[in-house]
């Protein structure tokens, strides 16, 4: 709200600045309104003095009182109205930037069902408060956190923990906002903490925190501009004495620091603006500034590589097995929900007739497919329902699922978790860039070295998280690390790293990290590349910015007019660096 008051103040400067320059040009004067804006200008310096911030108004401020004395009311317009647009471009560029994260919160369910006074209403998300009695339909979304007053919920929480297999709850559990109801049916739970401390919503408040936040060259600045502007006024004096008081606003304008600190804020601005919108929140300045500099990568597997879904990794026959037992096995988890009854129903098209279906959650399936009695799930409810002693898993480390035709067993399926189908992408594009890739996982050997092989990555498995801790610290000895997660048990090893990503929505998680990928490991590549194009951005708009001020302050000496100096030295400088900065953001070149 603060940067848009400012905007609508510049505005204002910049209307005044005209309507002066449209009075000089038709022979009226208007050196009052001048003497009006050098006044504003000073007493904003005074105001934000209060506050223990010297700003640039006083450069502004003090030339346009000089012009004013010296009868140089056309010059002085123009110094105002090119002051006023460039910090009317950085106002605007900083508002849409947050205009745009509004869009995070469309993630966020916007209603919620509440029963009050025996009748169940739907209530805006805000007006949920604690105590309240909230209903969630099968397949919506779980509001705000609450406690599970139904006997027991099934949920999908990969929203929330990343982990693609429904989860079951009794009554009583904890369920987060970001929930999914996959019950079957309606549940009821008792909210206990409003809709404000959702995740997201508070993902949205430390981006716009970060918004507030410098980068180096504007703290740089705001620690010199008090020397800096004393050795301006000093420079100012001495050539005033030699050249002439005009000459010497030479000095002042060519060598106000305004361009360096508007393109600097526009640059990180954008740069924020450009991550927001590809669903990547990052907290300051400082995390675009030492991604650059990684040098090593430590990713964990389950929910940051792979999906959390699962696949068919292979089919084991039992005592009775054809190619038609797989259509009726197919037929029968098409009527469950569970990600690994989808996984198996994927493997066969065939339009079998359902008869019934029951489905047992966290246990299994029982369904009639064409008159043939079908049992699909864990090995003891399959062995309940069959009455026969089946094997023990043929899969090794990852998931069985056992599968009964007729009170026969006819299968085992085994099946194994879903790399993300980025992964070997952005993992590449990792390696091109020159980065060393590895993986720290907890989990068990095999299934950690099934997806390094197909990343091409060295790993480390069945890491504690402490043992993570050590392995960043180790890998810290050569140069900056980064770290990406998912889990609580990585929270040790993102908050040793020097920069940490979280790819999941735990609030405790996504709080610890330096950068949250919305849109999960894709995002990644995101990082990478605007943040070095923002590196790059930043030192090709400064670059230009100085030799611009350099030219101004020479031509000005010379004897170029005081609009001149400042179109090349001030402004000039100013828009041109923002160009320059916005052409290697948007193109990345």
């Given at each position: 709200?603060?940067?848009?008051h400012?905007?609508?103040?510049?505005i204002?400067?910049?209307?005044v600045?005209?309507?002066?320059?449209a009075?000089?040009?038709?022979?009226?004067?208007?050196?009052?309104?001048?003497a009006?804006?050098?006044?504003?200008?000073?007493?904003?310096?005074?105001?934000k003095?209060?506050?223990?911030?010297?700003?640039?108004?006083?450069?502004?401020?003090?030339?346009?009182?000089?012009l004013?004395?010296?009868?140089?009311?056309?010059?002085?317009?123009?110094?105002?109205?090119?002051?006023?647009?460039?910090?009317?471009?950085?106002?605007?560029?900083?508002?849409?930037?947050?205009?745009?994260?509004?869009?995070l919160?469309e993630?966020?369910p916007r209603?919620?069902?509440?029963?009050?006074?025996?009748?169940?209403?739907?209530v805006?998300?805000?007006?949920v408060k604690?105590?309240?009695?909230?209903?969630?339909?099968?397949?919506?979304?779980v509001?705000?956190?609450?406690?599970l007053?139904?006997?027991?919920?099934?949920?999908d929480?990969?929203?929330?923990?990343?982990?693609?297999?429904?989860?079951?709850l009794?009554?009583?559990?904890l369920?987060e906002?970001?929930?999914?109801?996959?019950?079957?049916?309606a549940?009821?739970?008792?909210?206990?903490?409003?809709?404000?401390?959702?995740?997201?919503?508070?993902?949205?408040?430390?981006?716009e925190?970060?918004?507030?936040?410098k980068?180096?060259?504007?703290?740089l600045?705001?620690r010199?501009?008090?020397?800096?502007?004393?050795?301006?006024?000093?420079l100012?004096?001495?050539?005033?004495?030699?050249?002439?008081?005009?000459?010497?606003?030479v000095v002042i304008?060519?060598?106000?620091?305004?361009?360096?600190i508007?393109?600097?804020?526009?640059?990180?601005?954008?740069?924020?603006?450009?991550?927001?919108?590809?669903?990547?929140?990052?907290?300051?300045?400082?995390v675009?500034?030492?991604?650059?500099?990684?040098?090593?990568?430590?990713?964990?597997?389950?929910?940051?590589?792979?999906?959390?879904?699962?696949?068919?990794?292979?089919?084991v026959?039992?005592?009775?097995?054809?190619?038609?037992?797989?259509?009726?096995?197919?037929?029968a988890?098409?009527?469950?929900?569970?990600?690994?009854?989808r996984?198996?129903?994927?493997l066969?098209?065939?339009?079998?007739p359902?008869?019934?279906?029951?489905?047992?959650?966290?246990?299994?399936?029982?369904?009639?497919?064409?008159g043939?009695?079908?049992?699909?799930g864990?090995r003891?409810?399959?062995?309940e329902?069959t009455?026969?002693?089946l094997?023990?898993?043929?899969?090794?480390?990852?998931?069985?699922?056992?599968?009964?035709?007729?009170?026969?067993?006819v299968?085992?399926?085994?099946?194994?978790?879903?790399?993300?189908?980025?992964?070997?992408?952005?993992?590449?594009?990792?390696?091109?860039?020159?980065?060393?890739?590895?993986?720290?996982?907890?989990?068990?050997?095999?299934?950690?070295?099934r997806?390094?092989?197909?990343?091409g990555?060295?790993?480390?498995?069945?890491?504690?998280p402490?043992?993570k801790?050590?392995?960043v610290?180790k890998?810290?000895?050569?140069?900056?690390?980064?770290?990406?997660?998912?889990?609580?048990?990585?929270?040790?090893?993102?908050?040793?790293?020097?920069?940490?990503?979280?790819?999941?929505?735990?609030?405790?998680?996504?709080?610890?990290?330096d950068?949250?990928?919305l849109?999960?490991?894709?995002?990644?590549?995101d990082?990478?590349?605007?943040?070095?194009r923002f590196?790059t951005?930043?030192?090709?708009?400064?670059?230009?910015?100085?030799?611009?001020?350099?030219?101004?302050?020479?031509?000005?000496?010379?004897?170029?007019?005081?609009?001149v100096?400042?179109?090349?030295?001030?402004?000039?400088?100013?828009?041109?660096?923002?160009?320059?900065?916005t052409?290697?953001?948007?193109?990345?070149?």
């Amino acid at each position: 709200m603060a940067k848009t008051h400012a905007v609508r103040l510049w505005i204002t400067v910049l209307a005044v600045s005209l309507t002066a320059l449209a009075l000089e040009l038709l022979g009226w004067d208007a050196s009052s309104l001048i003497a009006l804006l050098a006044v504003v200008l000073l007493t904003r310096f005074a105001w934000k003095l209060r506050e223990r911030r010297v700003t640039i108004d006083l450069l502004m401020g003090f030339s346009l009182l000089v012009l004013y004395l010296e009868g140089m009311v056309f010059e002085a317009t123009l110094v105002a109205s090119l002051y006023a647009v460039a910090e009317i471009a950085e106002g605007l560029v900083e508002e849409l930037a947050r205009r745009r994260l509004t869009s995070l919160e469309e993630l966020l369910p916007r209603s919620a069902l509440v029963r009050r006074d025996g009748r169940v209403v739907e209530v805006s998300i805000g007006n949920v408060k604690p105590g309240d009695i909230v209903i969630v339909p099968h397949g919506g979304t779980v509001p705000v956190d609450s406690v599970l007053l139904s006997s027991y919920a099934v949920f999908d929480t990969s929203m929330v923990t990343g982990e693609h297999i429904p989860r079951r709850l009794e009554r009583g559990s904890l369920v987060e906002s970001g929930y999914v109801n996959m019950t079957g049916a309606a549940i009821e739970l008792r909210a206990i903490r409003p809709a404000g401390e959702s995740l997201l919503q508070l993902l949205v408040r430390e981006t716009e925190e970060a918004l507030a936040r410098k980068t180096r060259i504007e703290r740089l600045f705001e620690r010199v501009i008090p020397a800096y502007i004393v050795l301006l006024f000093a420079l100012y004096a001495a050539a005033s004495i030699t050249l002439g008081p005009d000459r010497g606003l030479v000095v002042i304008l060519a060598g106000c620091p305004s361009a360096y600190i508007i393109a600097s804020s526009y640059t990180y601005m954008l740069s924020i603006s450009l991550l927001a919108r590809r669903g990547i929140v990052v907290r300051g300045a400082q995390v675009l500034e030492k991604v650059p500099r990684v040098w090593a990568i430590v990713l964990d597997k389950t929910g940051t590589l792979t999906l959390g879904s699962l696949k068919v990794a292979k089919i084991v026959p039992g005592r009775r097995f054809d190619e038609k037992v797989v259509d009726i096995v197919a037929a029968a988890a098409r009527a469950s929900l569970h990600p690994a009854s989808r996984a198996i129903a994927e493997l066969s098209q065939e339009p079998l007739p359902v008869d019934y279906a029951r489905e047992e959650p966290g246990r299994g399936v029982v369904a009639g497919v064409a008159g043939h009695h079908v049992v699909l799930g864990s090995r003891s409810f399959v062995e309940e329902y069959t009455g026969e002693k089946l094997p023990p898993s043929p899969c090794g480390s990852t998931t069985t699922v056992y599968a009964a035709v007729n009170g026969v067993y006819v299968a085992a399926f085994c099946l194994e978790e879903e790399l993300d189908p980025s992964a070997v992408e952005v993992v590449e594009h990792l390696k091109n860039m020159g980065l060393r890739v590895l993986i720290a996982s907890g989990d068990s050997h095999g299934p950690v070295r099934r997806v390094a092989e197909k990343l091409g990555v060295e790993f480390y498995a069945g890491f504690r998280p402490s043992d993570k801790t050590k392995l960043v610290e180790k890998l810290q000895a050569r140069g900056p690390v980064m770290v990406v997660g998912d889990g609580v048990n990585d929270l040790p090893m993102l908050a040793a790293a020097d920069v940490g990503a979280a790819v999941a929505r735990i609030a405790l998680v996504a709080k610890s990290a330096d950068a949250v990928l919305l849109k999960g490991l894709v995002g990644l590549r995101d990082l990478f590349n605007v943040s070095l194009r923002f590196h790059t951005a930043i030192m090709s708009s400064l670059i230009v910015a100085t030799i611009l001020k350099l030219l101004a302050l020479v031509v000005g000496i010379g004897g170029a007019s005081l609009p001149v100096v400042l179109v090349i030295g001030d402004d000039g400088a100013t828009l041109t660096a923002v160009v320059a900065a916005t052409a290697r953001l948007i193109r990345g070149r």
